[in-house]
Nanobody, 121 residues
Framework: QVQLVESGGGLVQPGGSLRLSCAAS????????MGWYRQAPGKQRELVAT???????NYADSVNGRFTISRDNAKNTVYLQMNSLKPEDTAVYYC???????????????WGQGTQVTVSS
């Protein structure tokens, strides 16, 4: 089994910062691309940022310059540093990872349970 566990969400004022973490655990051989997505009430889930194993990052236009994605391959963990937060950043943030499992050697996409980020004064 593989699990993704997120942490770091919460309530922050506009202009503030938060750092999300997502740790993958279980029968993991290798992790390819990791990323963060978000879903606001009444909206579809959207890409926030992704990062490859070679540390090549990609950002949605709405967060480019404010958010930074990073990863620690030794810890199977991805981070999202969010600065200059705006009310429109309010959403449930989900971690995603493309993982090759030991034993089965299949490549599958896994999701975390989500963590709430609320930006409000």
């Amino acid at each position: 089994q593989v699990q993704l566990v997120e942490s770091g969400g919460g309530l922050v004022q506009p202009g503030g910062s938060l750092r999300l973490s997502c740790a993958a655990s279980g029968s993991i051989f290798s992790i390819n691309t990791m990323g963060w997505y978000r879903q606001a009430p009444g909206k579809q889930r959207e890409l926030v940022a992704t990062i490859t194993r070679a540390i090549s990052a990609n950002y949605a236009d709405s967060v480019n310059g404010r958010f930074t994605i990073s990863r620690d391959n030794a810890k199977n963990t991805v981070y999202l540093q969010m600065n200059s937060l705006k009310p429109e950043d309010t959403a449930v943030y989900y971690c995603n990872a493309d993982i090759i499992r030991r034993v089965t050697w299949d490549l599958r996409s896994y999701w975390g349970q989500g963590t709430q980020v609320t930006v409000s004064s």
